[in-house]
């Protein structure tokens, strides 16, 4: 790999007799990992089945690498969100958040959505968490993995951060800022990046970040935390960066998280020579099984108290009727409230959403579907949420049934049960999506978006 030649002097004299190791680094294989969705799946269970040749990823308790062969993406559980595939060294950003069940969380930066999953997996369905991403294309690309993953506390929000900070001051008990960044820590596995790089870009990109952190500042609660986190190696990004924040900041302090024993400290020196700099964590591609990473941890002392106001549910029976119906026919052993209206769609909110009326939204909570006249058209969103023990009607199909790859082509499936409506789809034991049965065919509603081709 042919990489720029002032990164190269850059790097050689930041890092002096380490710079032969970093070098030889580009010359290693890529590393492939995926991380399992415990909303869906059991972790444990997932290793020992060992579809994909997997092997643990010290940092991530989900994580696990696997062999490049195994083609993970074309597997019908990735169709189903059983796993992320995710590279191992951003999973260090929200395992170090240490997330609690409860917690109010907000990811900055958050597309494509690897961290917004693994932040929602550990909150394991309570608390909230509000994905945001600046720019919409983007946005809708994370609005469609927190569907697949079955993520039901979500909102997806489509904001720059000094927007965000007028309606959320002091509000979430952590924030993730996966900052933009020049990317430096991603050169061996996307060559468009090599070609963009400049030291001028990463000036722009340092600015820039700081501009988000003071941001994410005006939004954090009482005593919370803030996980910066950028894929590339230049200190202007990194170090300074945050040596530039606590500064500004007294009433942060830059801690360690569990799983700093992982990694290598961040280089007071680089910065300003702020002795908590080296609670930092730098991930080099020559020292771990992964890409370029920095991780900063900065806890905040006290704090002024949240000012919210909340979002109004539905009450109305009348407006309910016939999603109530649907659900007293399809669904069991599990209750959604918390209602929401957007048009004839129907939402599910988490407990004490803020209210986001004045925002845009492209996901708030789980869309449960539409509300027709006379009927209610189930959401491929609240499929991809239930599992099959929590409907009345299910078709479960084995991994070798030819009927998986038929459904998720969009055609219609055999079916030895003559019931009749709505009925989901699923493979071991893993949602799918819907389909409406007639008597002996299902009626494919997989969304066409989504179909695969043969």
Not at 220 to 239: D, H, Q, W
Not at 265 to 277: L, M, N, T
Not at 393 to 414: F, K, P, T
Request: overall charge neutral; proline content about 5%; aromatic content about 10%.
């Amino acid at each position: 790999m042919k990489l720029p030649k002032d990164f190269c002097i850059k790097m050689e004299n930041l890092l002096k007799n380490e710079y032969h190791d970093f070098i030889k680094g580009y010359e290693k294989d890529n590393y492939y990992s995926l991380r399992v969705n415990t909303l869906k799946a059991d972790t444990d269970k997932f290793y020992n089945n060992n579809l994909f040749q997997l092997e643990k990823i010290d940092w991530c308790d989900t994580g696990f690498y696997y062999n490049y062969q195994t083609r993970p993406g074309k597997h019908p559980y990735h169709h189903a969100g059983v796993y992320y595939i995710q590279e191992a060294s951003a999973m260090a950003p929200a395992a170090a958040a240490e997330v609690e069940k409860g917690d109010k969380i907000l990811d900055l930066c958050a597309a494509p959505g690897g961290k917004s999953s693994q932040l929602a997996s550990a909150l394991m369905g309570t608390g909230l968490l509000v994905s945001n991403e600046i720019v919409p294309s983007r946005a809708k690309i994370l609005s469609g993995n927190i569907e697949r993953m079955g993520i039901k506390n979500a909102i997806v929000l489509n904001h720059n951060p000094q927007e965000l900070e007028k309606h959320f001051p002091y509000f979430f008990d952590k924030i993730v800022v996966d900052a933009p960044c020049s990317g430096e820590g991603m050169f061996r596995k996307e060559k468009a990046v090599v070609d963009e790089w400049s030291q001028e870009q990463v000036l722009i990109c340092a600015n820039r970040q700081s501009h988000i952190l003071e941001s994410a500042a005006k939004m954090l609660a009482p005593n919370g935390k803030i996980i910066y986190s950028t894929c590339t190696f230049s200190p202007e990004e990194n170090e300074q960066v945050v040596s530039k924040f606590i500064s500004g900041h007294p009433e942060f302090s830059v801690i360690k998280p569990k799983i700093y024993k992982y990694f290598s400290p961040g280089r007071p020196q680089w910065a300003d020579g702020e002795e908590s700099i080296s609670n930092t964590m730098r991930l080099f591609p020559h020292k771990l099984k992964g890409e370029g990473h920095f991780v900063a941890v900065l806890q905040k002392k006290g704090g002024e108290q949240a000012k919210i106001k909340y979002s109004k549910v539905i009450n109305d029976k009348k407006l309910l009727k016939d999603w109530e119906a649907f659900a007293d026919s399809n669904i069991k052993d599990i209750k959604f409230d918390n209602f929401i209206l957007f048009g004839q769609t129907l939402y599910s909110v988490p407990e004490n959403t803020p209210d986001f009326s004045k925002l845009k939204v492209l996901r708030a909570g789980l869309q449960l579907g539409e509300i027709k006249k006379g009927r209610f058209e189930p959401s491929h969103s609240l499929a991809i949420a239930l599992n099959p023990t929590q409907v009345t009607n299910c078709e479960d199909m084995s991994l070798d049934d030819c009927r998986v790859e038929q459904y998720l082509m969009g055609h219609e499936i055999a079916t030895d049960n003559p019931q009749k409506g709505w009925r989901l789809i699923s493979v071991n034991g893993y949602s799918l999506g819907w389909g409406k049965c007639d008597g002996n065919v299902i009626k494919n509603h997989y969304p066409k978006g989504l179909r695969i081709m043969k």
